[in-house]
Structure formats: structure tokens, C-alpha cells
């Protein structure tokens, strides 16, 4: 699944986390971004039970967050209880 930029720059604007106009690489941007994507496949999964492909994109992508959040955490741990409380994530 490709984001337009567009969608993009919505995602990264929504959650207030840019330092910059420029700032689609910091890791509560990322982390934005593999958020949002997760949730869609989640939806998709829900719908095409037997789709392993998505499933298995999905479980990677579920890691990277994860290990985004374990950088985080180890090196602000504020930003990284304010990510997981803008984004509802549960840890």
C-alpha cells in the first residue's frame, strides 16, 4: 500500500509531532505513519480472513513500530509516553 503525499503530510500535520515542515524521518513521525498503515490492514485483514501476504506485512510492520517505540523509550522517555498517548498505543 503506497500513501500519496498528500495523506502523508495529513498523517504527520494530525498528530503534532513535526519539528519542521521537512520532518517525515523522526522517529514519532514514523511511527505516525506505521500506525496509520497498521490500522488499514487491520481493516483489510478483517475483511480477507485467508490473506497470509497482508498478514505477514502486517506482523513485519508491527516490529518496526515496536522497535521504533524500544528507541524511543531507551532515549526520551517522554516522547515516547507522549507518542503512546496521542496514539493510543498500549504497552
Known amino acids: 500500500m503506497s500513501l500519496p503525499t498528500e495523506k502523508k ?3 504527520f500535520a494530525t498528530q503534532g509531532f513535526k519539528k519542521s ?3 517525515t524521518g523522526s522517529a514519532e513521525s514514523q511511527i505516525a505513519l506505521f500506525t496509520y498503515r497498521i490500522s488499514h ?3 483489510h485483514l478483517k475483511a480477507h480472513k485467508h490473506d497470509h501476504g ?5 506482523l513485519k510492520l508491527v516490529g518496526k513500530r515496536r522497535r ?5 523509550m531507551r532515549k ?3 516522547r515516547y ?5 496521542a496514539l493510543g498505543i498500549r504497552k
Open 68 to 72: 521504533l517505540l524500544d528507541y524511543l
Open 9 to 11: 503530510q495529513e498523517i
Open 21 to 23: 515542515a521537512e520532518d
Open 41 to 43: 490492514l487491520t481493516g
Open 81 to 85: 509516553r507522549a507518542i503512546i498517548a
Open 54 to 58: 497482508t498478514r505477514q506485512g502486517l
Open 76 to 78: 526520551d522517555i517522554n
